[in-house]
């Protein structure tokens, strides 16, 4: 008895001391670094941050929940604040701007929203007006923290920054607020940092961690840096995929702040970056947002030397890409970049042995902030002044935006071309309409041929760059951002001599090729007799008693259609070909639902109708399943009956975290059905749920795993693969014949060979009385006879090597559909493929090219003509840069190779990307191809299963 009691006291006393250690971690971020962030004199009735963490402000990172609940109890205790909640993460997290100024400017926003807002368009406002609106605004700055969940430092400070601004008393302060509107946006993604903060309690040990490899300080897979759905936010400013960016974006736009912080952080041994940025710089940028950026930066670099901080500005800061935040730049406001070396917690340890504390990065944040809105204050009416210049040139009849306009072409398409018309208007952009053809003057075509004269088809959407936001406009539609020479140069050098690039992110990123819709470039302002574009949309009303009804093949909408009425148990079809039924017209890949293929169905048009309004698709009722001659009739063999898919996502460490979200988002978003994501580090499952495996990039499978999965795609399953998962999938030990470009110099001829019967096949020229003859014609002529050069194996070996030094780094090179296969349903002939360093594949006679690299076109050679191991025919030559730098090199690496191949393996299928074909959520065109994929590919592509 005393001795179990005496056991049981001990073990009471033993958990509770450990207890009591895993409660109260030990920081000594406060002892590493005593300098107070929140010195002056502060109001007592508001609650300091303390009240809100359960440790001293700065010490550790703060969870989204305590962020949120600081805003909202600071919105009751103060008159110097407004909280504006702009949406809600997918995971249901509030995102808020704080709005802070002096009560009587709060009391006042509506008005200064509206004065700012006649700054903006120099059409209807008046230089004397501009010029007294000026003098009467507050400047406005948006200080916006920690887009990155796993850079921390920027939302801690600004809690603080809004605990400052609020409470203080200071004179300094109040003056400030006197004649400023600073909007906080505390932390654009909470969803990110709530996965981080969870995994610094997960990691966290009884003693503090200073080693920044260990996963303290690093998280794991998929890591605190994107939303819930694995997104890069800071990527997505123009693309607007993301709920966050879509609350965000237009209150942004809405208020036209003259500054826009951006709060990141960068490696944890770095020091402190901020801008101007360096090049290549986007032409569209006003140089006057260069002069100011390098002001900001003087003056900050000065409070960063009164505290002995180290500090520098550009370096790797570059600014082509208008997708990350500073596609503010384009509407004429500054964007200023922090990026803060990383702490995360406790503090980092440093070559030099000295630590740096996670209190003294919010530090740097905080003080950073503080100075630029000093800078502002100062400068404010000169920056509006400039503003309002930038504002007059954009709809000046003698700026560089004058003569110029997009024009996107009418197309079937009208969910593509609706969510495109959605982005644009979230900028502001204006889109109009012409209900006649116009001929026009001289007109690029995205393949960079220039027409002398072309006629716009009735119908088109068109957006003249002169307007309002003319340099955001040219930004994210002209087809080709200018790169300068010195910046190619550099380039060049840099990739010569030690394999680094310049460029930070992709350097093609136009929306039209992105969409994969076709457009045009007039080189004149057109305006004249156009009328407001207005989403196009057709009837989803059916007629219940139909004998069908068919949603069109063009409209991406219709995949979701099929795969939401096979989730719900409808049988569906789908015609391969361009068919014509009841008087209308439908695209090859219309999805077909028929009373008779379900005859026990309840309520089957009730379904139909239900999916038709829930995706506001177009559906069309048909009385009659003729089609007139060779046209499809429903009773043969072009109405091909689809399979549900039963889909699984491979996830999980060893995949490309990005590549993972955007298939899941996708998945979610554009269809809404069910799926599986795998935790693929135990893929030892039951595959046989699944009929159809999506296996984004990644590093591919071991031996054991690899079989497991050859013999399901071998039992019937399709299997698709992406970029660097498809790489694996094509050596040895892989599955199917599809080769990468290296591996097949032995074999070049052969591969040429299939090339040239393709070609011969699209272009085909018959001697018919030769045809008919009796004799035997001595005569023939085969393509390979009549080329000219052919490389060795040892040539082409070395060209390869020195090719691939150059490959691209996301650039949209033509991509030649087969415009017979059923991937290609609802694609243009010619589709803009996004490419970078992916694997170049080549298909033998057992696989299918469905996309291949280079669009042809007509040339007088009047020889075969080698590039690499193919040949182009006479008379054709090969587009194969559209947008973005590719170097020749690259482009001859890369021609005739396939970016999408399709191959029956046993009674399944292996469907190949070369690339990633849902990039960002916003490659809509190649999005359409792995749709097609997934949605159809266990129907069309592999032997059907019937039940016994
Ligand atoms: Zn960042």
Do not use: C
Request: charged letters at 20%; aromatic letters at 10%; hydrophobic letters at 35%.
């Amino acid at each position: 008895m005393k001795n179990k009691l005496a056991i049981s006291f001990f073990l009471t006393i033993f958990s509770f001391s450990i207890l009591a250690d895993l409660s109260k971690p030990t920081s000594y971020s406060k002892d590493l670094y005593p300098t107070p962030i929140l010195t002056g004199k502060y109001n007592e009735s508001i609650d300091h941050p303390d009240q809100f963490l359960d440790f001293g402000y700065a010490e550790r990172v703060a969870n989204p929940a305590q962020i949120s609940a600081a805003v909202l109890a600071y919105a009751q205790q103060s008159d110097r604040i407004k909280v504006v909640e702009y949406g809600r993460t997918h995971e249901n997290r509030p995102l808020y701007a704080v709005f802070i100024s002096s009560p009587e400017n709060i009391a006042n926003l509506e008005t200064i929203k509206a004065n700012l807002n006649q700054l903006t368009d120099a059409r209807n406002t008046t230089d004397s007006k501009a010029n007294s609106i000026i003098k009467s605004l507050p400047a406005v700055a948006w200080m916006a923290y920690s887009i990155h969940g796993n850079e921390t430092s920027g939302a801690d400070a600004a809690l603080g920054i809004i605990y400052h601004l609020i409470a203080s008393e200071d004179k300094e302060v109040v003056d400030m607020l006197s004649n400023m509107v600073v909007i906080v946006d505390p932390m654009m993604n909470p969803d990110g940092r709530d996965r981080f903060a969870k995994s610094l309690e997960q990691y966290r040990g009884t003693a503090p961690n200073y080693d920044d490899q260990s996963m303290l300080h690093t998280g794991d897979w998929p890591y605190g840096r994107t939303n819930h759905y694995f997104f890069d936010l800071n990527r997505d400013w123009f693309y607007l995929t993301q709920p966050e960016t879509q609350g965000r974006v237009p209150l942004i736009n809405e208020w036209r702040p003259q500054i826009l912080v951006d709060g990141h952080e960068m490696g944890a041994q770095d020091t402190f970056m901020t801008g101007p940025p360096r090049e290549p710089i986007n032409t569209n940028i006003d140089k006057d947002l260069i002069k100011w950026g390098n002001v900001f930066a003087d003056d900050q670099a000065r409070a960063f030397d009164d505290n002995n901080w180290r500090f520098y500005t550009g370096e790797w800061h570059e600014d082509l890409y208008p997708g990350y935040s500073f596609y503010i730049q384009f509407r004429g406001s500054l964007g200023i970049l922090y990026e803060q070396s990383r702490m995360a917690e406790d503090g980092v340890r440093r070559p030099e042995g000295t630590i740096q504390s996670y209190k003294e990065s919010v530090h740097h944040q905080f003080v950073s902030t503080i100075a630029n809105l000093k800078t502002l204050q100062m400068y404010s009416q000169e920056m509006y002044q400039d503003y309002w210049d930038g504002r007059k040139y954009n709809v000046s009849k003698n700026g560089e935006y004058a003569n110029q306009t997009f024009v996107i072409l009418p197309t079937d398409n009208h969910g593509r071309l609706n969510t495109l018309a959605e982005k644009l208007a979230a900028q502001d952009i204006e889109m109009f309409t012409n209900s006649q053809p116009l001929n026009v003057g001289p007109t690029l075509q995205q393949s960079g041929e220039t027409v002398e004269n072309y006629v716009i088809p009735a119908g088109s959407m068109i957006v003249p760059n002169l307007q309002p936001e003319a340099p955001l406009i040219a930004a994210i539609l002209e087809f080709d951002a200018e790169i300068i020479e010195p910046v190619l140069k550099e380039e060049r050098r840099q990739t010569l001599k030690n394999g680094s690039s310049i460029m930070y992110d992709t350097t093609a990123f136009n929306l039209t090729m992105m969409y994969g819709l076709e457009a045009v470039t007039v080189s004149q302002n057109l305006q004249r007799g156009l009328t407001k574009w207005k989403p196009t949309k057709g009837s989803n009303t059916i007629n219940p008693n139909a004998l069908m009804w068919v949603a069109n093949g063009a409209d991406d909408r219709s995949v979701a259609f099929a795969a939401r009425l096979m989730e719900l148990g409808v049988e569906v079809r789908i015609i391969d070909k361009e068919s014509y039924l009841s008087n209308q017209n439908f695209t090859r890949g219309s999805v077909v639902v028929i009373g008779m293929d379900n005859p026990s169905y309840k309520g089957l048009s009730d379904t139909v109708q239900g999916v038709a309004s829930e995706l506001d698709i177009a559906v069309s009722s048909v009385d009659s399943g003729f089609g007139a001659e060779e046209l499809p009739d429903w009773g043969g063999r072009h109405f091909r009956l689809l399979e549900r898919p039963q889909i699984a996502i491979l996830s999980h460490e060893g995949f490309s975290s990005y590549d993972v979200g955007v298939s899941w988002f996708s998945l979610d978003h554009h269809l809404g059905i069910r799926h599986s994501q795998l935790n693929a580090s135990s893929f030892y499952g039951d595959l046989r749920r699944y009929n159809t495996i999506i296996m984004p990039s990644g590093r591919g499978f071991s031996g054991a795993q690899m079989n497991a999965l050859r013999d399901w795609v071998e039992q019937g399953g399709t299997l698709i693969a992406h970029n660097s998962s498809t790489r694996s999938l094509t050596f040895e030990n892989g599955i199917g014949s599809v080769k990468q470009l290296s591996d097949t110099f032995d074999k070049s001829a052969d591969y040429n060979i299939e090339l040239q019967k393709e070609f011969e096949a699209l272009d085909l020229v018959i001697d018919v009385d030769k045809t008919n003859a009796h004799k035997i014609d001595f005569d023939v002529a085969y393509p390979w006879e009549a080329s000219t050069s052919k490389y060795s194996k040892q040539e082409l070996e070395k060209r390869d090597r020195w090719q691939s030094q150059f490959m691209p780094s996301g650039s949209f090179v033509a991509g030649r559909i087969d415009n017979e296969h059923w991937l290609t349903f609802g694609t243009p002939d010619t589709l803009p493929l996004l490419y970078s360093r992916i694997p170049v594949l080549m298909t033998n006679s057992s696989s299918e090219a469905v996309v291949r690299v280079g669009e042809i076109v007509d040339s007088d050679a009047e020889e075969y003509r080698s590039i690499n191991w193919s040949d182009m025919p006479p008379g054709k030559d090969l587009n194969v840069r559209m947008s973005g730098l590719v170097w020749p090199e690259a482009a001859q690496r890369i021609a005739n190779s396939a970016y999408l191949t399709r191959e029956r393996v046993g009674r399944g299928q292996v469907i190949l990307f070369s690339g990633e074909p849902n990039f960002r959520g916003a490659a809509l065109g190649t999005n359409r191809l792995w749709l097609n994929a997934v949605v159809y590919g266990a129907g069309l592509g592999t032997s059907s299963r019937i039940s016994p």
